[in-house]
């Protein structure tokens, strides 16, 4: 037996779900590539894609700032999700909500939404168009997933909490100085 293979079995044991991330910033893959790549994710024991489209998701309307100008097409996306069901492999798309959005925040429409002007990575939680905003990125990539179950919404560093005028009054009001307390309730609220 491959010593890799080996390896991947003994790691893999005990745990029902494994769940590659393909993290799409910067240098994607074309779709014909994933022709490969999946069926031998599959023979090695994955059980599921998280696709982190960010700038590579083929956003409309207001959104389309995001796209970057060689995006994958609405059509890419469905070749995606055929080749991985092809292989028996769950697509979760991955959506940024917290931490993690300089692909949104650095594009000027999008820039006065950010906690911090000069890091712009982390959104303000407690300004309403950043929800709105937020709720038009999950409603476009759910509207080309329609098969998938569930979505990962990151929220994982999010270095700039409560440092904005609007955070740091809606911090002493509702939330006791408590900038977990905050981040927390963010992430809690749910996209009906």
Not at 73 to 83: F, R, V
Not at 103 to 119: D, G, I, M
């Amino acid at each position: 037996m491959n010593e890799t293979i080996a390896k991947t079995l003994i790691l893999n044991k005990g745990f029902p779900e494994r769940i590659v991330h393909l993290d799409l910033k910067g240098a994607p893959l074309r779709v014909d590539a994933y022709r490969e790549l999946f069926p031998l994710l599959h023979q090695n024991g994955a059980t599921g894609l998280l696709i982190e489209y960010e700038d590579m998701f083929p956003f409309t309307g207001r959104l389309s700032t995001l796209a970057r100008r060689n995006a994958y097409s609405k059509e890419d996306i469905q070749q995606i999700i055929q080749l991985s069901t092809s292989s028996n492999l769950e697509v979760i798309p991955l959506v940024q909500t917290f931490g993690h959005l300089e692909f949104v925040l650095k594009q000027p429409p999008f820039t006065k939404l950010s906690e911090n002007a000069l890091e712009l990575n982390t959104i303000c939680i407690s300004n309403n168009e950043s929800w709105t905003v937020i709720t038009e990125m999950i409603d476009q990539i759910r509207s080309l997933h329609q098969s998938s179950t569930r979505i990962h919404i990151g929220a994982d560093e999010a270095y700039h909490v409560g440092e904005d005028a609007i955070c740091r009054e809606k911090l002493k009001k509702t939330f006791d100085e408590h900038k977990d307390s905050m981040g927390v309730a963010h992430i809690a609220r749910r996209v009906v």
